[in-house]
């Protein structure tokens, strides 16, 4: 046993992983140590407004760029992935102009049938924050292909610890949720610049290749499957995790909606702390093993019950004491916001384990399946909101039942991912 964690510890898997979960707890520390001082300063009301307004930025960006910025890890050659990069970036800025113009001419009307008239003077800040979301993408997948993952990781600490000074420093005079919609949306601004700044020296490295006649719309056709098949999963994913602060905004007032968007926060720091930084170099490598022929299936396997190892203790930490950690930590109103999270802890927990899974799905050609699960997931997230806003009339129970039904989801996503999985590893022997 000891010589395979040394054996695995020396791998490039195991060190990239390393160093991009490394920069994420710099980065996540750094939010932590901040928030008992923003939570005070602000109080749940700003939260529920800001949450709900990056709720909205959720949904959209993952159509900014109609998810062409994930193909650009897959191209065996640079060029290719270059060319996608400007695809997806001017896709981004098309759709971010029709989107203005959209909330100019019905702005009001749109925020009045949502229920959410408390964000109708930021919302023209919703695609400025997702044309710099798109940016952010794009430098960041074009930074993982070239396996940069210490720029990646330096970025997210420095970008973290700007933002939560400047949330501080300026909310220590003026704490209202404007301060807060627009560092949002600069936050993300920043983290693409930053990200440029590490990348510059790949991209003007960059060698010309023999075979990089094709052009950019030759490169998007060829790439379909993200827009047909991605673009519309991630969106419904979006909408299904952004449900809860939408609906408990419109139900229950921005106060509920605080409570949940302060809950969330907190909760997928462990998620983000190693999931993503998994998910970030995991996708890569398991592209590389694909093409390679290697054993994708155990390969996944390793990287789902090594997450499952490590976070259990966090996670169950919240399930046990999550009102009296939230309550102790940001302040005595904050405490519903730990009821919310014991049940939340469940379903992200779910989550944290399935980031290898979500990973393989192109690899594994599962766009067409991963776009059908994620109508099922919105719509039965939807029918245990519904079930807890309308039956039981009760926020805590609405978050309980979505969060169940979300654990049940993940569970099955995992499961199916390990079978065809496996299935492709038989076809290949």
């Not at 924050?129 to 930074?143: D, E, K, R, T, V």
């Not at 693409?192 to 023999?210: C, E, N, P, R, W």
């Not at 379903?347 to 944290?352: K, Q, S, V």
């Not at 978050?399 to 989801?409: G, H, W």
């Amino acid at each position: 046993m000891l010589k395979r964690f040394k054996k695995l510890a020396q791998g490039s898997l195991f060190r990239n992983i390393l160093t991009v979960a490394t920069g994420t707890a710099g980065a996540q520390a750094i939010t932590m140590l901040a928030s008992p001082f923003i939570t005070r300063l602000y109080g749940p009301e700003a939260f529920g407004v800001l949450g709900a307004f990056l709720a909205l930025v959720m949904v959209l960006s993952p159509i900014a760029a109609l998810c062409y910025p994930i193909a650009i890890v897959l191209p065996r050659q640079d060029s290719e992935a270059k060319k996608i990069a400007q695809l997806s970036a001017l896709l981004a800025l098309t759709l971010a102009f029709v989107i203005t113009l959209l909330l100019l001419v019905a702005g009001e009307t749109i925020v009045h049938w949502l229920g959410l008239e408390a964000i109708y003077a930021f919302v023209l800040f919703i695609p400025l924050a997702m044309f710099f979301s798109a940016l952010h993408q794009i430098l960041q997948q074009w930074l993982i292909r070239k396996k940069q993952f210490k720029v990646t990781a330096k970025v997210a600490f420095m970008q973290s610890a700007i933002v939560n000074t400047a949330k501080v420093g300026i909310g220590w005079f003026n704490p209202v949720a404007a301060v807060l919609i627009v560092i949002a949306t600069l936050a993300h601004a920043l983290h693409a610049v930053m990200l440029f700044v590490g990348a510059k020296a790949t991209l003007a490295s960059q060698a010309v290749d023999d075979n990089s006649n094709a052009g950019i719309w030759a490169l998007a056709k060829k790439y379909y499957d993200f827009p047909l098949f991605r673009a519309p999963q991630a969106l419904i994913n979006a909408v299904s995790l952004s449900l809860p602060v939408l609906m408990l905004m419109s139900f229950f007032g921005p106060a509920a909606a605080g409570f949940y968007a302060l809950a969330k926060t907190i909760l997928a720091m462990p998620a983000n702390l190693l999931g993503k930084a998994v998910a970030d170099v995991f996708y890569p490598r398991i592209t590389e093993a694909a093409n390679n022929g290697e054993n994708v299936a155990a390969l996944l396997r390793k990287a789902t019950w090594a997450l499952a190892g490590v976070g259990v203790l966090p996670f169950a930490l919240i399930v046990v004491a999550g009102p009296w950690l939230f309550g102790f930590v940001f302040g005595a109103e904050w405490t519903v916001s730990g009821e919310y999270a014991r049940w939340m802890a469940l379903w992200l927990y779910a989550g944290f384990l399935n980031r290898p899974s979500v990973a393989a799905i192109a690899t594994l050609s599962l766009q067409g399946f991963f776009l059908c699960y994620e109508i099922v997931s919105v719509l039965l997230r939807a029918a245990a909101l519904v079930a807890g806003f309308m039956l039981f009339n009760s926020d805590v129970i609405a978050v309980m039942l979505f969060s169940l039904v979300s654990v049940a989801l993940n569970v099955l996503l995992i499961a199916f991912t390990f079978i065809k999985a496996a299935a492709v590893e038989q076809r290949t022997r």
